[in-house]
């Protein structure tokens, strides 16, 4: 094969699978799905619409490609106000795609060797370590970028050649984004001064720091994660270690973060002196419960995607047969209760226990739970009356269930799960 874009593309594609392009309308992902859908036939396409100025245009278009391609097209509406940020369209976009893929499909984005050189620069002014200049990996997962070895010019006259069209954002050229302003100002003034490829150049010292440094390290099998919930240990956190660092990199990917930057670092370092929670990036929170450094997003921790199996963080409430004995991690009920329900703390919630009330604020709290995690557990309502902390305390009129020999049972357990593979 004689082209070189499409040998670098092959290197990084299996024909024998199936893919799902995110398909934008720009000149990256029109390059991308013109290059999948020539060696393979197993490729559909999916658009996000973010709800902005220049969006329904290059929905339009993104649609246009697909239907040249002969390929399917899906578009996925979004609730983002107008003027969100780069990292809020980031995050609602990859929930959105990874939410619509089959679990035989891979997604494939468009980013290039251009794309890549920018991240490295945006970790290293954010103050990123070392694991943040590995930059956009080819592929973590079912995440493929068959592109990254491509620069954007080599991309762009391609796509010329091959009279491939596409629709320029014009949100690009608005240098008040940090990315764009690395793009448009600082890579051209420093193609003017040095000779030869920028690209190139950086691109050899993303791969000696990926040479570097380990692919894994020690660490990662003592961090733990299930949905809106990461911990490690306290006694693991030593922040001289270099391989710690690195962990905390993988950590902050966790959490949708592109990298972990030395402002990130001192707000844990805070928690671990002083004890308080912060607010840590988005929608997550950082706090410290015992023996552990965790962090917390409320939102992702209590949404639920099955009806049959409540999850809540690492917690999970199902309905089951039967038990080996009744203790705090299971309920009966009354087999005809309707009114049985779940929710999370609300102010003067209390709990009836050995005959008094007491405040379900103080039952959680001297279970050794606080801050946020006590915000986010779960009780378990019965006629308006709570009934159960699961895995720390029933109410005396659940503990008479019992007593009746109720077979309606809701089990909890705990699933936090390894990042040994991630």
């Known amino acids: 094969m004689s082209n070189p874009i499409e040998e670098k593309f092959l290197s990084n594609f299996d024909i024998n699978k199936k893919y ?43 649609k246009y490609i697909a239907n040249q391609l002969g390929i399917a097209f899906v578009s996925l509406q979004t609730s983002l106000e107008p003027n969100a940020s780069e990292t809020q369209m980031r995050n609602v976009r990859m929930k959105a795609l990874k939410m619509n893929i089959e679990e035989e499909e891979y997604l494939l984005f468009g980013h290039t060797l251009s794309d890549r050189v920018e991240t490295f620069f945006m970790n290293l002014f954010r103050g990123t370590r070392l694991q943040g200049l590995k930059s956009t990996p080819v592929k973590v997962n079912k995440i493929i970028r068959p592109l990254l070895a491509v620069s954007k010019q080599e991309v762009i006259t391609y796509a010329k050649k091959n009279k491939i069209n596409y629709l320029d954002d014009e949100t690009n050229f608005d240098n008040q984004i940090n990315r764009n302003w690395i793009r448009n100002v600082i890579f051209d003034e420093v193609k003017d001064r040095f000779t030869g490829s920028l690209e190139d150049k950086i691109n050899q010292i993303i791969s000696e720091v990926e040479y570097a440094l380990p692919a894994e390290t020690r660490f990662l099998k003592f961090i733990k994660s299930s949905k809106g919930y990461v911990e490690i240990p306290i006694s693991m956190i030593n922040f001289n270690n270099p391989e710690l660092i690195s962990s905390f990199s993988i950590i902050s990917k966790l959490l949708g973060m592109s990298g972990m930057e030395s402002k990130e670092i001192d707000k844990i370092k805070e928690v671990i002196a002083s004890g308080n929670q912060v607010s840590f990036y988005g929608n997550w929170f950082c706090l410290k419960s015992s023996s552990l450094l965790i962090f917390v997003n409320k939102h992702l921790w209590s949404e639920q995607s099955n009806q049959d199996k409540l999850s809540y963080g690492y917690l999970n409430l199902e309905k089951v047969e039967k038990v080996t004995s009744h ?96």
């Open 20 to 62: 799902v392009v995110a398909l934008s309308g720009g000149v990256d992902s029109a390059v991308l799905a013109f290059l999948a859908t020539k060696y393979s036939k197993n490729v559909r396409s999916i658009f996000v619409n973010h709800n902005q100025n220049h969006s329904t245009d290059l929905e339009l278009q993104a």
């Open 327 to 422: 203790n705090k991690w299971n309920l009966a009920i009354p087999l005809r209760s309707k009114n049985i329900s779940t929710r999370t703390l609300e102010n003067g919630d209390k709990i009836r226990v050995n005959g008094t009330h007491q405040k379900v604020t103080e039952v959680i709290r001297s279970f050794g739970i606080k801050g946020i995690m006590k915000e986010v557990w779960p009780m378990m309502i019965l006629d308006d009356e709570i009934i159960w902390l699961p895995g720390i305390r029933k109410s005396d009129a659940a503990l008479d269930f019992h007593k009746e020999n109720y077979s309606h049972i809701i089990s909890a357990s705990v699933e936090k799960g390894k990042i040994e593979n991630f």
